[in-house]
């Protein structure tokens, strides 16, 4: 009787099991890591809003205390981050009407021409073609009569309505 040598190893079924296995938690991790991703970079866009938001009732309040009420609406006008200490590394400054499918993701940007600023939000995900889809925000101030109640919470930087306009949920008071 002639016995058969039993082979050592996996089966080539075996490793495609494995592979497929392998391939699926891949693929669940990388789907994972990019709606973690967006997540961290919606909180970066949220917490800069707040330092803005900041910033701007400072910039108020200091015209009011001055008594340079009739300068208010003139921060509308402005880029906010001229109001930080220092910018930020992701600034691309003011541009004149961009195109925003040429500049590069994750940074900021303030638009000369609709006078807002602008963060240029990376979506998608492995699967998918990224795309960058822009979030504009604009400065709300109270009317000139305000009082400094009012200048130390009124005013705000909101999401920009419009066609090019992605909202997003930030945390804070969003008043139009």
Known sequence: MISK?????FTLF???????????LATVLLSRLAYYQ????????AQMLGVLRTSLRVQALH??????????????????????EQRPPN???ELLAPDVEKLPSGNWFFDRSDQKLGFLLRTGN????????VMKFKVLLPNIGAD???????????????PDAVTLPVTGPAKN
């Open 14 to 24: 075996e490793l495609a099991v494995v592979a497929i296995v392998l391939g699926l």
């Open 63 to 84: 015209l009011y205390l001055q008594g340079k009420q009739s300068q208010l609406p003139g921060l509308q006008r402005q880029n906010p981050l001229d109001w930080l």
């Open 148 to 162: 400094a109640g009012q200048l130390a919470s009124v005013p705000d930087i909101a999401p920009a309505s419009g």
């Open 126 to 133: 492995i699967f998918s073609p990224i795309r960058v889809d």
């Open 38 to 45: 967006e997540q961290a970079q919606r909180a970066a866009v």
């Open 5 to 9: 040598a039993r082979q050592r190893g």
């Open 91 to 93: 600034d691309l400054g």
